[in-house]
């Protein structure tokens, strides 16, 4: 699809706004009962469908649930099937580190060693936080040479490293056995591009576990996940859209960031997320807000805080009306039912909005009307494009 | 799906009809208003679509919008991003010139050159057709040994040059540089088997700026779009069916003859074409029908005249009903709204008839009623699968 949309697209002045609720789909919690949505007063959205067309996005392939990662890269245009972030590069991403062309990302966890160096515990007793974040700090002493090294802490007993360097290939297996009672793995390359990486990791390793020697719990660690930058086409280059993220959470702007999203703003709120929009209106023509509290919600099994969340983010659609944007998409990444606990597979309702989206029979904004909309379910993928048709941004294809 | 239907097509006695109306779906023309389609009184389509199974063709893929040619192939059943018309076959399909298997279609543009050679005008100051049409004439007057030369006159400042002779491949750039102050650029080859093309194309651009020489704004030309006769494969190979074409307009006679049709009648108007489908039903397994005036009046943005063409349309179907067609599929290659004076990227409402069809809820033959139709949304490549079954033509597939 980027093949033709690069060969097709052309310049226009429209102005598109992707408003991405994430988690947005939900479920009833009874049988014959009502989804979060369909539980919200959303006067603003459903007056909004009857004048738009709905359809219902499948992030990946039916019955397949995405993380964060591949959800907005379906929601991006990037088919999350050919583009894939590896774990350390996400973690990174996550905690807002933005990765280099020459580094490799990895996952670290501390772990527990015996007197024989064997895994007592993989998690460190699930040391907390508090106590873990100085120990990122201390794995920061590490010396490598020719290398520059990055530790970050992240939550409990996880940690992130970057390696920064020329000739490190992203390919290197994991450290963790996965089981107790052996020692961890010794990093090994999987390709002959990264025997330079396996060679680095295993002397973090061995310098790591010298400073944590006098650990208790977190005493040895291990690494996971290696992945260099991905390499994604920019938005630029596939759209020829200038590209603006308004996010308030590092994992969503690192992710816009991975496709040449500019990331505007520091709004910490989904009004002063809407205040950036109006500020930044004129530098560029596409602009991807992202609003967390529909997944989190979701995720804690919530569903009336969900409810809420979406009636908030009600409350915003006019002031993004009122700017007249030519296209208004209004989706999530993925469906986060509170009944599940957690993201889900089920299709997400979608809302586009232009004045030639040519309307459908839909009544409100509701799950049940988006996937009979007339978009009808699509893969996430194909939603830039239609946005950029409704946009008026690409050619005919043939004559 | 070729080698699938090539595999499972069996014979039967049944007759398929494919009433095409060119850019048939639309759009309202202000929010909250209805379709063209909505809009027309068309009691027999809304009757039939009672009884049959409607659905939403996407010409191509979500938001792209397909010329002609593509729109055409994927109705046909000819996936448009494999099979790819070159813009010079194209053109000469379009004004009805029968390619050969050694041909090269190449579409030429008069241009003016000023005394040092160098373009002025690239489009000879868009000289109007009756002027340009005896220039046509008068390059027919190039002679290369070897080769035959057509030259085919165009609307003003176009025509077509076909080359036929052996080993001549369809791979030249264009000559046309894209810009004035500078001179037409010389033919080049873009791969071994069109050396010799760009030899001959060179020698034809000698000759013909001789033969323009005295002309005061037509006194050169550029040549773009070389292409062979694209190699599809027949109707009969991979359906099985003895197809017949009856179209008025010769861009779509051209279509349907690519693909293994037979041109039938010489008819003017759709009564004229009801006529010949009717003298010619015992002859073919299947009949292609096209009707132009949904995109013509669609293009000119004229509302009413497309939703009058649409009843002329639909008073028509009793005849070919009362033939007893096993399948009749109504439906366009591409939407035309007239909201859009253009093709569109929008699904095309699409109804279906047979015996075994499947009815749905549809109500009646509108676009909203097709997109939630019993065939949903679905790429237009699939629809002659569709066809075929109903028609009892394709046998099970494994055992």
Not at 79 to 92: K, M, S, V
Request: charged share 25%; glycine share 12%.
């Amino acid at each position: 699809m980027h093949d033709l949309t690069r060969s097709l697209k052309q310049h226009s002045d429209s102005k598109i706004v992707m408003l991405v609720a994430d988690g947005l789909g939900g479920c009833p919690m009874e049988p014959g009962g009502l989804t979060e949505l369909e539980t919200a007063q959303t006067p603003n959205l459903d007056s909004l469908a009857r004048r738009s067309v709905l359809g219902g996005s499948i992030p990946v392939k039916p019955g397949i649930t995405p993380g964060s990662g591949p959800g907005h890269l379906g929601l991006f245009g990037y088919d999350p099937l050919e583009y894939i972030i590896g774990r350390g590069a996400l973690e990174a991403t996550g905690i807002g580190f933005e990765l280099g062309p020459h580094d490799v990302a990895i996952r670290g966890n501390y772990c527990t060693l015996d007197a024989q160096g064997k895994i007592s515990d993989r998690r460190a007793g699930r040391i907390s936080s508090e106590e873990s974040a100085p120990l990122a700090v201390r794995l920061r002493e590490v010396r490598i040479e020719g290398i520059e090294v990055f530790v970050e802490p992240v939550k409990e007993h996880r940690f992130v490293v970057v390696l920064r360097g020329p000739g490190l290939g992203g390919q290197v297996h994991d450290t963790d056995p996965q089981t107790t009672g052996v020692p961890p793995l010794e990093p090994k390359a999987g390709d002959a591009a990264s025997r330079r990486t396996a060679e680095v990791a295993a002397e973090f390793v061995r310098q790591g576990c010298k400073l944590l020697a006098d650990e208790k719990k977190a005493n040895g660690l291990t690494l996971r996940g290696f992945s260099a930058k991905p390499k994604l086409p920019t938005y630029d280059d596939v759209y020829g859209l200038r590209a603006a993220a308004i996010a308030v959470y590092p994992m969503y702007k690192g992710l816009a960031r991975l496709v040449g999203m500019t990331i505007v703003g520091k709004a910490q709120t989904i009004d002063e997320q809407i205040g950036v929009l109006e500020s930044e209106w004129k530098n560029y023509d596409f602009f991807f807000i992202h609003f967390k509290y529909t997944d989190s919600t979701g995720e804690d099994g919530n569903f009336m805080a969900k409810v809420r969340r979406i009636e908030e983010l009600d409350a915003v659609v006019p002031r993004i009306l009122s700017l007249d944007p030519t296209v208004l998409v209004v989706t999530g990444d993925h469906s986060t039912p509170s009944l599940l606990r957690g993201h889900s597979w089920h299709p997400v309702p979608t809302l586009l909005h232009s004045r030639v989206c040519r309307p459908d029979h839909s009544s409100g904004f509701t799950e049940r009307e988006a996937t009979r909309g007339g978009l009808g379910l699509f893969e996430a993928k194909y939603l830039m494009p239609l946005v950029l048709a409704n946009a008026g941004r690409l050619g005919k294809f043939g004559a």
